[in-house]
């Protein structure tokens, strides 16, 4: 891997995003250029560590650098930027998938089948980086600029009763409540209401996860709805999963959910 010339990384980047509209050219260039810049401790083409798909191991600023360039015309033109993304997606490289993610996350929210195209690839993904990646940067414009359609989404995941969707709900919620300027718990109180009664085990780490994020946004009322919720339980499942969750949470709200389930009785 040479070293990064900044200034030489800023004009292929530029180059590269002359072809914004021509995926397939686009496509091309953009190996070209993680090629230059590729990790030769690992062979390009075999899976990188950790991830499940074939990677360059590019250092994070080369892609950063690409991001930057294509930011206004992905804000600027949604439908070439949906076409973009689909080509970058179906590239299956970790690099590309990751810029496919990161872009999606910049397209206007009311773009047609943007949320539908986040929900298949949620649906569908295996890699923990694109996964992380499609539940944060994905759906960070759905997220600050639509919270209803955003919390519409989540709620659609969480109604297939699948773990895996319930997990990936719980996780793109974290951004949402670690936001200061969001107070709006009721809706998502909602949400998580169904996953927090009918957690299977599995989902222990995921649940102290969202317990203590919901704690930090509003103490007193993530306490009073997790009352209701433990009172109201008749599902043994649900209790053996709230303990199991207690290493996890943070020492105030660990004390006070041990309290709630030592007075209940099945």
């Known amino acids: 891997m040479p070293a990064i010339d900044i200034a030489r990384?800023?004009?292929?980047?530029?180059?590269?995003?002359?072809?914004?509209?021509q995926p397939a050219a686009f496509l091309h260039d953009l190996h070209e250029i993680l090629d230059l810049y590729a990790d030769r401790t690992l062979r390009v083409g075999v899976a990188a560590p950790a991830s499940v798909l074939r990677a360059y191991r590019a250092p994070q600023s080369v892609l950063r650098q690409i991001e930057f360039e294509l930011a206004p015309l992905t804000a600027t033109f949604p439908e070439q930027s949906m076409s973009l993304t689909d080509a970058l997606w179906k590239d299956a490289y970790l690099e590309t998938r990751l810029l496919a993610a990161t872009l999606l996350g910049r397209i206007a929210p009311r773009t047609p089948l943007l949320v539908e195209r986040i929900s298949a690839w949620v649906g569908r993904v295996r890699d923990k980086k694109v996964r992380a990646a499609l539940l944060s940067a994905s759906l960070k414009r759905l997220r600050n600029e639509t919270p209803d359609l955003f919390l519409n989404l989540l709620q659609e995941w969480v109604a297939s009763e699948n773990p895996k969707?319930?997990?990936?709900?719980?996780?793109?919620?974290?951004p949402l409540l670690a936001d200061p300027g969001y107070e709006?718990?009721?809706?998502?109180?909602?949400?998580?209401?169904?996953?927090?009664?009918?957690?299977?085990?599995?989902?222990?780490?995921?649940?102290?996860?969202?317990?203590?994020?919901?704690?930090?946004a509003s103490a007193i009322e993530t306490i009073f709805f997790l009352r209701q919720i433990i009172q109201a339980s008749r599902n043994a499942q649900t209790i053996t999963t709230l303990r199991r969750s207690l290493p996890g949470?943070?020492?105030?709200?660990?004390?006070?959910?041990?309290q709630m389930l030592r007075q209940k009785i099945l």
């Open 184 to 216: 709006n718990l009721p809706p998502v109180f909602e949400i998580v209401g169904p996953i927090i009664a009918n957690a299977p085990p599995v989902l222990q780490n995921e649940l102290a996860d969202l317990l203590n994020a919901l704690y930090r």
């Open 249 to 258: 949470l943070e020492s105030e709200l660990q004390t006070q959910v041990q």
């Open 9 to 21: 990384l800023k004009i292929q980047a530029a180059t590269l995003v002359e072809k914004f509209d």
């Open 165 to 174: 969707m319930w997990a990936n709900s719980i996780e793109a919620l974290l």
